[in-house]
């Protein structure tokens, strides 16, 4: 074989290859143990002497030279390719890091805490109760008499437990209906000046719909001391309503209405911040919209509580976290609040 | 309660101010009405009485009340005359005994000579108004009155009650069954009291009535029954029978005593009107368990502190007037204040404080923060 034909070959097919392993192929088929090079050095035997000598050291020479040209071309392709990888891997450290996203308020937590917040500032204490809860703090304690249609005002979901009949009122299992039962029992354990609010959940076993869920949040609001009287509720009902809306010009008005826990009773209406009272499709034209219920403590539960009626008068409120939500974020449907859809919660 | 505008008129000489304006006095000042809704030449009113106030205001005489203290109008009397027969003495055809202290009063009276036709226009029209379907002249006057008193009636076919004539108010026997009215045949047990003859169950009380007394076409005589019963037994019976009606809807909240006879008088008056029938002589009354009027201090100088407003003693005076209380005494700015029968709501000091309030106004009542702000 004619080593620079050999040469050419190689050389021609080096030109060809783009990769590595084209490369490798190439230096095995040529330069390898059982390669074209090797094959025509075993044939130098064949040769007389003089001639083994000048082939043996062209041959060496092809070998040295091919072996370099392919060496070369290696690096060369390496070297493209490390370009390339860094190219595509280019690690900018000045760039800002990227944003990782953050949780955000439920927007009933964020109501509650304003409110919270609101009441505490006007030297209410934060006080907690069961959500489970007995009749007799739910009711009996709270002047709901047995038997009676006032016991129906509120749907319950009562637990079930064996001979309940056969129970006492404070045996009695219900998931409470409204937070008032702190009423009772922080009346029993505290002496007035009493003056607290109850955040906390409360459950109704009824069908829901716009304005209905089994399970909303209430803030109960108890302030008891000495000459307590029903201005002094309007005050302080019209100063929360205010802070919370951020609008002096809330008012309020109160109508007659029945708790059995309070005498007299209220409806609590606040002026449409919506339409300034002109009238809008939110207040259905009238004005005002209902809001909360309140009203002065009944002799009863202070009776029941171990206080003596003589000495004390008081007020109490219970309003729904939910509808304040509803009604501050205009949110038309409270049962947004527990859908879990994050096109809603992503906006608070 | 649902309320005809028309009916509620009625009760007034002077006519009342326009539907609208009228709901948002009775919002303001006694109880939350819906919108107006226009049936023909008349409007439903939807007056939501809570349970305080079943005891007096689930009628359109209650509700007339309530609107005269408002509005400061004076009621109509309601006419209640009646031509009695004196040859016929209601005691020589007619006995009731009351076995069961649940049934407070039962009054009672016996008309003959009945010819059961349709109920004039007025009538039907009222009852429509109010959701109640007309039946004939002696089933629609018992409705009627219950609508306009507040006081449930039951009339029974007095040819079809067993030979003695004898009504007896007991607790039902066991594994006994009635057909009611709307041939349904309900099991009893021997908590639920009925109303029977001296063989068959009549009536469930206070909550449905049976088949085997019936008014029909035929029927000639009539007894009219004008009962006041125990309101947490027909609520727990309503409960077991899984049967409210708007009888055992109103009994449920304790009714006046006082009312049965009023509204027997009523109906005779009515049914006598309409029909011509002939009244027996007197009233049956089995009234053993009598209430006596509760009267209750009020110190103005309390009042002022409570609400926060000074009321003169003399605009007190006039409200507490205006929804029938009475004043016995006036000592050292306490009044004694007698409660009328029908305000069983009515217990303590700060219940007559609501009245003053509420017919005075709370939008009066100024804000003022407490001293401890």
Known sequence: ?348 | MIISFNFLNSFFKEKLPSVEKLCSEITMHAFEVEKPVKVNDDYALDIKILPDRGSDALSHFGIARECSAILGLSLENIKKDIIEDHSLDIHNFLSVEVKNKDCKRYTARVLTGITITESPKWIKDRLKVCGITPLNNVVDVTNYVMLELGQPLHAYDYEKLSENKKIIIKKAKKDEKIKTLSSQSLPLESSILTIRDEEDPLAIAGIKGGKKAEINANTKAIVIESANFNGSLISKTSKKLKLRTDSSFIFEHNIDRGLTEIALERATHLIQKLTGATVLKGVIDIYNEKEPLKTISLNLDYLESFLGIKIEAKEVKKILKSLEFKIKTEKNKTLQVIVPSFRKDIEIQENLIEEIGRIYGYDKIKSVLPLSF
């Open chain 1, 1 to 348: 074989m004619n080593l620079a034909k050999l040469k050419k070959e190689v050389l021609e097919k080096l030109e060809k290859s783009i990769n590595l392993t084209d490369l490798e192929k190439l230096e095995k088929e040529y330069l390898g143990k059982k390669g074209k090079i090797r094959d025509l050095s075993s044939s130098i035997k064949n040769l007389q002497k003089q001639e083994k000598k000048e082939f043996g050291q062209k041959l060496n020479k092809l070998y040295d030279s091919l072996k370099d040209k392919i060496e070369l071309k290696k690096r060369a392709i390496k070297f493209v390719q490390i370009k390339e990888k860094e190219e595509k891997e280019f690690l900018d450290i000045t760039v800002p890091a990227k944003k990782i996203e953050r949780g955000h308020i439920h927007p009933l937590s964020l109501a509650k805490k304003e409110l919270e917040d609101i009441f505490t500032l006007l030297g209410f204490s934060i006080v907690d109760g069961p959500e489970i809860e007995d009749e007799w703090h739910n009711f009996d304690a709270l002047n709901f008499p047995l038997d009676h249609p006032a016991r129906e005002m509120q749907d319950t979901f009562f637990i079930k437990q064996k001979n309940r009949s056969k129970l006492t009122q404070k045996q009695k299992f219900i998931l409470r209906t409204h937070t008032s039962n702190v009423q009772t029992r922080y009346m029993e354990k505290n002496e007035p000046p009493i003056k607290i609010i109850v955040p906390g959940r409360v459950f109704r076993n009824e069908a829901t719909d716009a304005r209905h869920e089994v399970c909303f949040y209430q803030i109960e609001g108890l302030l008891v001391d000495k000459n307590i009287s029903v201005a002094n509720l309007k005050a302080v009902l019209e100063r929360f309503l205010q802070d919370y809306f951020k609008n002096m010009d809330v008012q309020i008005r109160l109508r007659p209405s029945y708790f059995p826990f309070v005498e007299p009773g209220f409806e609590v209406d606040m002026s449409c911040l919506v339409c300034n009272q002109k009238g809008c499709s939110t207040c259905g034209g009238e004005g005002w919209i209902e809001i909360l219920g309140a009203g002065m403590v009944h002799p009863n539960v202070f009776k029941n509580c171990g206080l003596n009626p003589k000495n004390v008068t008081g007020f109490a409120f219970g309003v729904s976290v939910d509808r304040l939500a509803m009604m501050k974020y205009k949110i038309d449907d409270i049962r947004w609040f527990h859908s879990g859809d994050l096109r809603f919660l992503k906006q608070f």
